[in-house]
């Protein structure tokens, strides 16, 4: 069993920063983690890609955060970060870890790739 819990949000005045966290856990071994995304969605509006970091560290982000945000992954934490500066209001929203391949092993399932796992949201509220 995988999971992926999400820390960090709360609420900050315009131009202030937060990091939030997403730890992956699982039952048994993790032996890898793939490409790691944040997403984010407002209300009534649809989920957007906000940051990605591959296994290898190689980073990209929405247009609308480049020079703001900064995602980063310790895996040995088995952890993904996304420090966000020079926050705004239109930033608001529920922010979502992703992962799209884990590789487990636990002793009764052998190796196993779980496909495309989401953490439950955490909410990043921006005043002006």
């Known amino acids: 069993q995988v999971q992926l819990v999400e820390t960090g949000g709360g609420l900050v005045q315009a131009g202030g920063s937060l990091r939030l966290s997403c730890a992956v856990s699982a039952t048994g071994s993790i032996l890898n983690i793939d490409t790691m995304r944040w997403y984010r969605q407002a209300l009534g509006k649809k989920r957007d890609l906000v940051a990605t970091?591959?296994?290898?560290?190689?980073?990209n982000y929405a247009d609308s955060v480049k020079g703001r945000f900064a995602i980063s992954r310790d895996d040995a934490k088995k952890t993904a970060y996304l420090q966000m500066n020079s926050l705004k209001p239109e930033d608001t929203a529920v922010y979502y870890c992703n992962v799209d391949r884990i590789l487990t092993f636990d002793q009764t399932m052998g190796a196993k790739e779980n496909v495309d796992y989401w953490g439950q949201g955490t909410q990043v509220t921006v005043a002006s």
């Open positions: 970091i591959t296994s290898g560290g190689a980073t």
